[in-house]
């Protein structure tokens, strides 16, 4: 239910956006309140959460969409009543179009999809050190609970070059259920007071770097097992 509500209030904030200001690289039907991207880009997911690119949202009673090379990812369709939602999820680094017609009207997004890339030189998490090498093949990083657990720890990441670092984070548990937190990185980017609680696995915190060449995010997850 709680996911169902995040869901609506998210879609809700989408539609306030459509009716206000349609960006620049999106195509729009004012009748149908329909609102599709003309470009959306994103990295292959390795074993942190899977990314979930918007390719469109609409209110208009019938929608078919298609995309060309289902190898590089699968298209995502929710229907909540008021507002239906399209939207991407990466499986292998490529290009593709996708197709979404509403009404009679066609509209195309183009693809962008790029292999995954490590943004980290190194991590420091309390008085431990960790080297970026052990992100090199993959986009999740397993430390154990059993040192970590009961304990509040501070954690700064030192990124590569080329790569802007988001100073936000979020945190959910190993069913994909979000935990509600207050952790934000200070001016200098140091994670303050990160927990690690709940049992072993249970704790999955996701970081977010973008690379300044293609503007596009990578998402980096700590697990505690």
Same mark, same amino acid.
């Given at each position: 239910m709680k996911r169902t509500l995040k869901k609506i209030v998210a879609l809700v904030a989408v539609f306030v956006m459509l009716i206000t200001a349609i960006p620049v690289s999106a195509a729009s039907d004012a009748a149908t309140h329909t609102w599709v991207a003309d470009s959306i880009k994103g990295y292959v997911s390795i074993k942190s959460q899977k990314i979930s690119l918007d390719v469109a949202t609409t209110q208009a009673k019938k929608i078919s969409y298609k995309v060309a090379n289902p190898k590089i990812g699968k298209l995502v369709y929710e229907d909540i009543g008021f507002m239906k939602s399209l939207s991407f999820v990466p499986k292998s680094a490529g290009k593709t179009v996708i197709t979404t017609k509403v009404g009679n009207k066609t509209f195309k997004t183009n693809v962008t999809v790029y292999k995954y890339n490590n943004p980290i030189s190194s991590i420091k998490i309390g008085n431990t050190a960790?080297? =970026?090498s052990k992100l090199a093949k993959t986009d999740r990083l397993y430390?154990?609970?059993?040192?970590?657990?009961?304990?509040?720890?501070?954690?700064?990441?030192?990124?590569?070059? =080329?790569?802007?670092y988001i100073w936000s984070m979020d945190l959910k548990d190993k069913k994909g259920n979000y935990i509600s937190n207050n952790i934000k990185a200070d001016d200098n980017g140091l994670f303050k007071n990160l927990e690690v609680k709940g049992g072993k696995g249970n704790y999955i915190y996701n970081f977010w770097f973008t690379n300044s060449k293609n503007h596009v995010t990578e998402t980096i997850s700590i697990v505690f097992k």
């Open positions: 960790v080297s =970026g430390l154990s609970y059993d040192k970590y657990v009961g304990k509040k720890l501070n954690l700064i990441f030192n990124v590569k070059k =080329g790569w802007n």
